[in-house]
């Protein structure tokens, strides 16, 4: 079974080879045989029309001078954390990492550009140039073996796993330096590990538990990556889109544009664009939650990405903002029996009690309309309900220490390895908290507009089997359980 996206035929599959196919190079442009269009199907604005930031996205140029500070801003935050103060809220690697990248990501990044941060992300960078002997000209001539990834891995459980793991241990990954720093070498080696051993981004696909759940929330977005006309998709033989050309790599995610129908997996590294020699490749803007709105590609690793993502939000909101003292102590004793009682808690409780309760209530509705898909598919299917509020939960969560906190990241920038350096004149800058009144009204309003969003969503999931009147009785069940989802929230983050 293909992951969603990758709808290439067992030939061309087999043909591929690890970097590179034949050339086809922009300068045969004009020679190119005119191939089938068709009008395209879905509304959207062509961010590529406009000429400046279709040249900038074009060129690896600006996209590797991104890539390059994030590398060396990553490496800074790993010495800061392996060299500077144990102290979290003065290590410039804790306040770099977990404020300042956190905030990006959490209330800029993700909502709005989806995948966006992969395609500059700097922890696949050393592991691509070993395997491609490049980074601006992508060779065959690199390091490493390009075996094919297992077939039977091909799905984000190992990104379940590795989350789950990380949520267990994140009272202390987030707080200790040390522990941050060795948790971003372990991110760096296994890259580049994977990358000598596997073809293209495997670590990124299948591994990352960053984006695992980046992926996830990136349905979202309203930025995505589409092809412009599929019927010239399926003309064009040469696919090099997918097994690369004169003009760049294959696609280092190992998807197949042209049947892309959703952002999970596509880390919009731009490479379809530059090797398509159609120009049939579109970053599109479109309505917020547009893959939500489709039935296709819906699977359950991803489902309990979603259950696994809201369980450890409202986790992390408990242990970082609660008032139990005795939970804090567990989450934070790591090796003692009290924390092993506590992750096995934590386990149990995001991949057995949230999912469990959301069978029931999946179950209760399916009763009320005595519907006759199979259970698995009611409850995958509706599990997408989810998504937005889990986004909106980890927003609030933010929101929460975000501007609270952020005042720590002036001193650490003058003085990041604690050595009495004053870089930019703010070393001895006070902290100071940011908008404290206005945070808890900002919450509510974020975690409100998660569960209407998701309201909404169970109801449309619903009316893909039954009439509005019956769809809204079949997903009040999936409604009600959003809604105590979210007071428990309210009362975690708020209260």
């Avoid at 919450?443 to 998701?454: D, E, K």
């Amino acid at each position: 079974m293909t992951a969603p996206g990758l709808g290439v035929s067992k030939r061309l599959v087999a043909t591929t080879p690890a970097g590179m196919g034949s050339p086809s190079g922009r300068q045969g442009r004009a020679e190119l045989p005119q191939l089938p269009s068709a009008p395209s199907t879905e509304s959207r604005l062509d961010l590529l029309r406009w000429p400046l930031l279709r040249a900038v996205l074009r060129s690896r140029w600006p996209q590797l001078l991104v890539r390059v500070a994030a590398l060396a801003g990553f490496l800074v935050a790993v010495l800061a954390g392996l060299l500077g103060t144990p102290v979290g809220n003065h290590n410039f690697g804790i306040v770099l990492v977990w404020i300042a990248w956190w905030t990006i990501m959490m209330l800029v990044a993700l909502p709005f550009f989806g995948r966006g941060w992969c395609s500059i992300c700097p922890i696949p960078v050393p592991g691509e140039w070993l395997q491609h002997g490049a980074l601006l000209n992508p060779r065959r001539d690199g390091m490493g073996f390009r075996r094919a990834w297992p077939a039977r891995l091909k799905n984000i459980w190992l990104q379940n796993g590795a989350f789950s793991g990380v949520a267990v241990c994140s009272a202390v990954v987030l707080t200790q330096p040390r522990i941050t720093a060795v948790v971003l070498l372990a991110f760096l080696f296994v890259a580049i590990g994977t990358s000598l051993i596997y073809e293209r981004r495997a670590f990124c696909r299948y591994l990352c538990p960053v984006g695992g759940f980046i992926g996830l929330y990136s349905q979202l977005a309203p930025v995505a990556i589409r092809v412009k006309n599929k019927a010239t998709c399926a003309a064009h033989t040469d696919k090099s889109c997918y097994r690369g050309s004169a003009d760049g790599a294959g696609c280092p995610w190992l998807l197949y544009p042209g049947a892309l129908t959703k952002n999970t997996y596509c880390g919009m590294c731009m490479e379809c664009v530059r090797t398509c020699p159609y120009d049939n490749i579109a970053v599109t803007l479109r309505p917020f939650g547009a893959d939500l709105r489709s039935p296709a590609g819906r699977r359950l690793d991803e489902a309990f990405k979603g259950f696994i993502m809201l369980g450890a939000a409202m986790v992390y909101s408990a242990v970082m903002l609660g008032p139990w003292g005795d939970l804090k102590m567990a989450a934070y004793d790591i090796g003692s029996a009290r924390w092993f009682a506590y992750a096995l808690g934590v386990l149990v409780f995001i991949n057995g009690v949230l999912p469990g309760l959301f069978l029931g209530a999946v179950s209760a509705g399916r009763a009320l309309v005595a519907s006759t898909q199979p259970v698995k598919r009611s409850f995958v299917s509706f599990a997408y309900a989810l998504v937005p509020l889990g986004l909106m939960a980890w927003i609030a969560f933010s929101l929460s220490f975000v501007f609270a906190s952020i005042s720590y990241l002036w001193p650490t920038m003058s003085d990041p390895f604690g050595l009495g350096w004053d870089l930019f004149g703010t070393a001895h800058a006070s902290w100071q908290p940011y908008l404290t009144r206005s945070v808890p009204t900002m919450q509510a309003i974020v975690l409100v507009g998660g569960f209407a969003w998701s309201a909404v969503t169970a109801h449309r999931i619903a009316a893909e089997e039954h009439e509005q009147r019956m769809a809204l009785r079949q997903a009040a069940p999936v409604i009600a359980y959003c809604f105590l989802i979210t007071v428990c929230l309210m009362g975690l983050l708020i209260a």
